[in-house]
């Protein structure tokens, strides 16, 4: 398929999921201030009906229309609204916007993202395929890489802008979470295997975790404490799906089901003082004991005494 093509079928979703509901004609104005229309006078009839036709095959989006006023809306009970077809439509469209904005592109500033756009789609593949990979892995922890890890992947993830594949180690017979950007020399064997049920969940194996890391722990209940103004952003993005809330007049108690790991000491420390953990006492020990770690760097009162090498 044209990349072109592909394009145009996001922006008719994205234009029609931004208005709510959108009449033909309010739609055809739109069309003729896009990058795709070519100078045409409004979106052809025809070409109108394939794009829906092609956005419901794609996607599983229906674009209805209501008869009574004549509008264009995405229907509710359409298929389309799982994770990942979201996660490409808010991408897509992002991507479009940014490509009709060249002209200001010396006034936008991106973040420097490091890419897996090199083994993204052969991994994608051997995920659908069920096909082991094999490959070098460079741990940001070790000097040297390890050679030659094989895995039976059994799904993907993005987290942080940084994509990740999670599956069964071959050598050792463990679940292992690798990180796309430390891979190197990727193959995907020819070979087959039969992910075991209940493996291939993403949503479900990281449930009771913050971040990538999964411990053999058992989850627990965490409390935090978080001052006011923090507590805006706490809201807008939820550290987990177990997030509750108790609003109180100066601070906001927010509670949460997880496993106590090294992923969710550095979110709680990247706040600051604006959050402090109430219980459980175990992660209050974790954060106070890197706080102390990083106190001790700082020991000494002129930093221009400490030997180097």
């Keep these: 398929m044209a990349k072109n093509l592909l394009n145009r079928y996001i922006w008719l979703v994205d234009t029609i999921r931004r208005h709510g509901r959108i009449t033909r004609r309010d739609l055809d104005e739109c069309w003729e201030r896009s990058p795709y229309s070519s100078g045409e006078k409004g979106i052809p009839r025809r070409t109108f009906y394939n794009y829906r036709l092609a956005v419901e095959e794609l996607f599983s989006i229906t674009i209805a229309c209501d008869p009574a006023t004549y509008e264009y809306y995405i229907s509710d009970d359409e298929g389309g609204g ?53 490959f070098d892995y460079h741990p940001y922890t070790r000097v040297n890489p390890t050679r030659g890890v094989e895995l039976e992947p059994y799904f993907l993830r993005i987290f942080r802008q940084l994509w990740y594949v999670t599956g069964r180690n071959c050598a050792d017979g463990k679940v292992k979470t690798y990180s796309l950007d430390r891979i190197s020399n990727l193959r995907v064997l020819t070979s087959t295997f039969s992910p075991p049920p209940g493996q291939t969940d993403p949503e479900e194996y990281f449930a009771d975790s913050f971040g990538i890391m999964v411990t053999r722990g058992e989850p627990r209940e965490v409390r935090l404490r978080v001052e006011s103004r923090q507590a805006k952003y706490f809201r807008a993005l ?72």
């Design 82 to 134: 799982s994770r990942i077809t979201d996660w490409l439509l808010d991408a897509s469209a992002t991507s479009n916007v940014l490509q009709g904005s060249r002209d200001v592109a010396s006034r936008i500033m991106l973040e420097n993202i490091p890419s897996a756009r090199e083994y993204l789609a052969p991994i994608i593949e051997a995920v659908r395929f069920n096909h082991p990979l094999r």
């Design 238 to 309: 939820p550290l987990h799906p177990s997030q509750r809330e108790e609003i109180g007049d100066e601070y906001s108690i927010f509670t949460y089901r997880l496993l106590l790991t090294s992923d969710f000491v550095a979110e709680i420390l990247s706040h600051g003082s604006a959050v402090t953990v109430l219980q459980p006492r175990e992660l209050r020990t974790m954060v106070t004991a890197s706080l102390r770690n990083t106190l001790a760097n700082y020991s000494d009162t002129d930093p221009e005494s400490t030997p180097t090498d």
